[in-house]
């Protein structure tokens, strides 16, 4: 694991899973995991925030099959960081993969794309602001 302005390169720090009906899945996992929820506005409908149950940290999100997210397969993507996402999506091209979004801005928080490896796996790159 490398390390670039302070920020950690190579580390698996968040999961996203992206389904129809992202209510009863965060239902299920809310349930099973013991995990608690937040809802964030999307503007018409709400994604969720799933974090610690015994804490307000924020371990992953489960989101509705809609907008940009509509492509991804039902699987839990984890984001991996990069030191420059636009670097590294076009590397990733380079090697035999597929960009299947982006690379776009994530907030305030930074950067990501989301790719496809040559095995067909699928994968977010992330790169965060300093």
Same mark, same amino acid.
């Given at each position: 694991m490398g390390e670039t302005n302070g920020r950690k390169i190579g580390l698996?720090?968040?999961?996203?899973?992206?389904?129809?009906?992202?209510?009863?899945?965060?239902?299920f996992y809310r349930?099973?995991?013991?995990?608690?929820?937040? +809802?964030?506005?999307?503007?018409?409908?709400?994604?969720?925030?799933?974090?610690? #149950?015994? *804490?307000?940290?924020? =371990?992953?999100g489960i989101c509705h099959a809609r907008g940009v997210n509509a492509a991804l397969p039902p699987v839990w993507l984890v984001y991996i960081t990069v030191a420059d996402v636009e670097k590294a999506a076009?590397?990733?091209? +380079?090697?035999?993969?597929?960009?299947?979004?982006?690379?776009?801005?994530?907030? #305030?928080? *930074?950067?990501?794309? =989301?790719?496809?490896d040559p095995a067909g796996a699928v994968a977010a790159l992330y790169e965060q602001r300093a």
């Open positions: 698996m720090p968040w999961a996203d899973l992206t389904v129809p009906d992202a209510a009863a899945v965060k239902e349930r099973v995991v013991g995990w608690t929820v937040t +809802e964030v506005d999307m503007g018409g409908y709400s994604d969720f925030c799933m974090n610690e #149950p015994e *804490g307000a940290q924020t =371990v992953a076009a590397l990733a091209v +380079e090697l035999g993969g597929t960009v299947m979004h982006g690379p776009t801005p994530m907030g #305030p928080q *930074g950067r990501y794309c =989301v790719v496809r």
